[in-house]
């Protein structure tokens, strides 16, 4: 069975930083592109970043880049968000989000398996 | 990009047909057959119904349809079930590096 597990969310501080994990089980993690969606509260899903299932392309979010890393282990087949210099509006639920193919874009542009969300809170 | 707009609720009754709407422009929806509709009950994961407009994942049911004219993609789910009850997001493709996908704002179903 299919699993996505997001874990590390919490309180961060303005400025500060946090480190999402999504721990993969149930298909061979290095054959597909992984992607963070989030939800504000009581917001629609926001796209975040993107990644191969190689490691070797990115994609970000105007509203995040420069401030977030997206990478993957797929030794342990973990998928991360490095957050940095958080704000208040990064204030959402973050979901970790399973592609059907190994490459981002037009070829993978739909999401088969989520995971249930990791809360992230940034205020003082 | 702006997010693709979808009503905020829809509603039914048991039995009856929905549909919902999600409206973007010639630079997502309207530029390629790529729109996916997602399935959140609130605590879950999202659920993939739809994608490439009108393709059903295997053990979705076929009570849920897909299709899309111009900048619009809609839903119809037939004889609507309780259980169907939920927040339902499309999604399209954006095409752009920093715009790569782009969702819709969301819509309550209700099932009266």
């Known amino acids: 069975e299919v699993q996505v597990l997001e874990s590390g969310g919490g309180l961060g501080q303005p400025g500060g930083s946090l480190r999402l994990s999504c721990a993969a089980s149930?298909?061979?993690?290095?054959?597909?592109?992984v992607t963070w969606v989030r939800q504000a509260p009581g917001k629609g899903l926001e796209w975040v970043s993107s990644?191969?299932?190689?490691?070797?392309?990115?994609y970000y979010a105007d509203s995040v880049k420069g401030r977030f890393t997206i990478s993957r282990d797929n030794s342990k087949s973990t998928l991360y968000l490095q957050m940095n210099s958080l704000r208040a509006e990064d204030t959402a639920v973050y979901y970790c989000?399973?592609?059907?193919?190994?490459?981002?874009?037009?070829?993978?542009?739909?999401?088969?398996?989520w995971g249930q969300g990791a809360p992230v809170t940034v205020s003082s | 990009q702006s997010a693709l707009t979808q009503p905020a609720s829809v509603s039914g009754s048991p039995g009856q047909s929905i549909t919902i709407s999600c409206t973007g422009s010639?630079?997502?929806?309207?530029?390629?057959?790529?729109v996916s509709w997602y399935q959140h009950h609130p605590g879950k994961a999202p659920k993939l119904m739809i994608y490439?407009?009108?393709k059903r994942p295997s053990g979705v049911s076929n009570r849920f349809s897909g299709s899309k004219s111009g900048n619009t993609a809609s839903l119809t789910i037939s004889g609507l079930q309780v259980e169907d009850e939920a927040d339902y997001y499309c999604?399209?493709?954006?095409?752009?590096?920093?715009?790569?996908?782009?969702f819709g704002s969301g819509t309550k179903v209700t099932v009266l």
């Open positions: 989000a399973k592609h059907p193919y190994f490459l981002i874009g037009a070829v993978a542009a739909n999401f088969d398996y």
């Open positions: 149930g298909f061979t993690f290095s054959s597909y592109a």
């Open positions: 990644i191969t299932g190689g490691g070797g392309t990115t």
């Open positions: 010639s630079s997502d929806v309207g530029n390629y057959n790529l």
């Open positions: 490439e407009v009108t």
């Open positions: 999604c399209s493709y954006g095409g752009s590096d920093t715009v790569l996908y782009v």
